[in-house]
């Protein structure tokens, strides 16, 4: 069995079963809803009691339990530019604000990257009378690029310079 088809199954016992994502979150336990779903997804690896949570819920094979496990190949089979509208629209914020985004980290923190690995994301819903909001908030390790081969009293590391 590959990983799409796993998925496929997941979602499909999903649908059978009428569950949401909270309730399925909820029974496999121990990240965000965004890992979670994002695992079941096929995108991100659960934890082995994670995948054995998910195995009992779903009826899963061993083989499948461990594929939950292993490290996948993340952003596989996602058309760029993605054509999903809701997913076109956050390409969209990185490609618009993306710039700012950049100019804004290296000016307050200096040379180097926000983290996706060393990460953490939540999404809430607001309501508001003109229509609910999401709001994501995002958190990762800021990593200063590293200058190899800095000697003497050339910065090793691209924190922000005083």
């Known amino acids: ?17 009428g569950w949401t994502w909270k309730h399925i979150c909820e029974k496999i ?37 461990a594929m939950l496990n292993e490290v996948p190949m993340r952003g596989e089979g ?13 390409y969209e914020l990185v490609m618009i604000n993306g710039p700012a985004w950049k100019a804004l980290i290296e000016e307050e923190f200096g040379d180097g990257i926000m ?3 060393d990460f953490d994301m ?14 994501i908030t995002m958190s990762g390790k ?3 690029y590293k200058y190899y081969g800095a000697t003497g009293n050339n910065q090793e590391y691209g924190f922000k310079e005083e």
């Open 1 to 17: 069995m590959k990983r799409a088809q796993l998925t496929e199954k997941l979602l499909d016992l999903k649908r059978e079963k």
């Open 29 to 65: 336990g121990g990240h965000s809803e965004v890992l979670v779903v994002g695992a079941i997804l096929g995108h991100m690896k659960l934890t082995k009691p994670q995948a054995a949570n998910a195995a009992e819920l779903f009826g899963l094979s061993k083989v499948e339990t």
């Open 78 to 90: 996602i058309q760029m530019p993605p054509t999903d509208p809701l997913i076109y629209r956050f």
């Open 115 to 117: 983290s996706a690995i």
């Open 122 to 135: 939540v999404m809430d819903r607001l309501p508001n009378p003109k229509g609910d909001r999401v709001k």
């Open 142 to 144: 800021f990593l200063p």
